[in-house]
């Protein structure tokens, strides 16, 4: 959307232009006044796609190319799992997949298990309460 802004832009200017020609017989402070209406709107069409619309369409891309990321390693390490890998192996299979920037080392990845813990694991007692 926001790489067709200015083609609006230049839409608006042209139909501007058109429409202050169709004035032709008019003194020429309307004229004036008519181009430059024209001028505003290829303005604003060049303002909104590159001050507005495209950064914020970039942000969104690059969130929901973070996000998939993520799902993708999700998706890694379960399929890996499933085809009879050892847990760190899927585990591995999946950290893979991450940016090298995102991509925790195998250490900090295992001090992090490590510390979370199921509520199973937490409190081995709570499946004999049920």
């Known amino acids: 959307m926001g790489d067709s802004l200015p083609a ?29 209406h024209a001028m505003v709107g290829t303005f604003l069409g060049i303002l909104l796609a590159y001050g ?3 950064p914020l ?22 399929l890996s799992s499933m085809n009879g890998y050892a847990p760190q192996i899927a585990v591995e299979f999946g950290r893979k997949t991450l940016f090298l920037a995102d991509r925790p080392s195998f250490i900090e990845l ?4 490590r510390q ?11 499946m004999k309460e049920e």
Do not use: W, Y
């Open 57 to 78: 369409a970039s942000r969104i891309r690059q969130r929901s190319s973070q996000q998939m990321k993520m799902m993708e390693c999700i998706k890694t390490t379960l």
């Open 116 to 126: 979370v813990r199921t509520p199973m694991q937490a409190n081995p007692d709570a």
């Open 52 to 54: 507005f619309i495209s």
């Open 8 to 36: 609006f832009g230049i839409v608006a200017a042209v139909m501007g232009v058109v429409n202050a020609l169709g004035a032709a017989d008019r003194p020429a402070g309307e004229m004036g006044a008519l181009i430059g």
């Open 110 to 113: 295992e001090e992090h298990v």
